[in-house]
């Protein structure tokens, strides 16, 4: 089975209104105290905010997009994953009709248009784990497609560079049928050009800055590896949004590669609090997180006996939904074997982290150590 990228489509909020005023609407608080809500993993409260906001005004453009999200992730937390994709499939039906009405009542909007185009995106998301490629592409043309039309009717529109440039990004590491078929649509396959995307609805949005920092923090820790940008997108986050789990775990994984051990000793004691709480899916995928940037400080510590412990728990007790932390825990677990010399076993981790997508560096990394091992036989 090869290994899943994380990169997906997750988020893209904006706050204008159909007089592109966002003070004129009652429920611009409430949205903003829903959203936050849902950021700080408190997704009953969210959803019960959101609704609110719609009632009171339901011409905003923002809550019937951020519903899908916000239900979609209670009913992952505490139903699992199969169960989180139908919820998005029947949300996403039952929205699509709400923008296109929208739509037919302010059609010059170019909001609705946006969060026409990002519901059809996010119905792409289930539609990629399930490998329904053709329907990854419908979704995908149609999400395009309506996001383009808001980008033309408003230049100034920050917001759309987020599905933009996550498209772009995801497009850029694809297969080349993949890359052939994103052109022949005409959405670039440049990684920089995803990235400047991603990097620009990070500051200068109206809200996908959360998400396009979401993004560009994995894109940077685990596939650019560059610690500088990762450090200083991911802080923001961990500040505004404590109740979050995983931008603390993305920041622990950074302070443990970096080896900034002070820091990440002041954190150890919130990761381990988010690692005892929430519902099994949630505590599992933050146990290995915590397990993860243990065995990591282990093995920088030459304390290889601990890292190899941590990195067997983690892969005897895997259950996120997707693959990424598997491979990488391969990897490390491969160089640990190699410093005490049990270099079968090395080989045997690396030929396990060759499942992984190649644009993971790793996957180079982990045939050259192969290639070294078998000269020395």
């Not at 409430?30 to 609110?52: C, K, P, R, W």
């Not at 026409?116 to 289930?126: C, D, N, V």
């Not at 895997?318 to 677990?333: Q, S």
């Not at 997508?357 to 982990?366: F, H, I, L």
Request: charged share 25%; with cysteine; glycine share 6%.
């Amino acid at each position: 089975m090869r290994y899943s990228s994380f990169i997906t489509f997750l988020l893209f909020s904006s706050f204008l209104l159909p007089a592109n005023n966002r003070e004129i609407s009652p429920a611009e608080l409430i949205v903003q105290d829903g959203i936050n809500a849902m950021y700080n993993y408190e997704f009953e409260n969210a959803i019960t905010i959101l609704d609110s906001a719609w009632q009171i005004d339901s011409t905003h453009p923002v809550p019937p997009f951020v519903l899908i999200a916000a239900k979609w992730l209670h009913t992952q937390i505490r139903e699992g994953y199969d169960a989180s994709y139908e919820k998005i499939d029947s949300e996403v039906e039952a929205t699509l009709p709400i923008y296109k009405s929208l739509i037919a009542q302010y059609p010059e909007n170019p909001e609705y248009y946006l969060y026409l185009g990002s519901t059809y995106g996010i119905r792409a998301r289930t539609a990629l784990a399930g490998k329904a490629w053709l329907d990854v592409l419908y979704f995908g043309y149609q999400g395009l497609k309506y996001i383009r039309k808001a980008q033309d009717m408003d230049s100034e529109l920050k917001d759309v560079y987020m599905p933009l440039g996550l498209m772009e990004y995801f497009a850029c590491l694809s297969a080349a049928p993949v890359q052939w078929g994103a052109k022949l649509i005409g959405l670039s396959t440049d990684c920089v050009v995803g990235i400047t995307h991603l990097e620009i609805a990070a500051k200068e949005s109206h809200y996908s800055w959360i998400e396009a920092s979401n993004v560009l923090t994995y894109v940077y820790l685990h596939i650019e590896r560059d610690f500088t940008k990762t450090e200083q997108i991911i802080t923001p986050l961990v500040e505004q949004f404590p109740g979050h789990p995983y931008f603390a775990f993305l920041r622990g994984e950074l302070l443990a590669k970096t080896q900034k051990w002070d820091e990440l000793d002041e954190l150890m004691p919130k990761l381990r609090e988010f690692a005892s709480k929430g519902s099994f899916l949630q505590q599992n995928e933050c146990q290995l997180k915590l397990a993860y940037i243990e065995g990591v400080t282990a093995y920088y510590k030459k304390d290889y006996t601990n890292a190899i412990s941590k990195f067997n728990w983690i892969l005897s007790n895997y259950h996120m939904e997707f693959d990424w932390l598997k491979g990488f825990t391969h990897f490390l677990r491969g160089q640990t074997h190699e410093e005490i010399g049990e270099f079968g076993l090395a080989v045997a981790d690396y030929e396990e982290v060759l499942k992984m997508d190649s644009y993971y560096p790793e996957v180079d990394k982990a045939q050259a150590r192969i290639r070294e091992m078998e000269k020395r036989k």
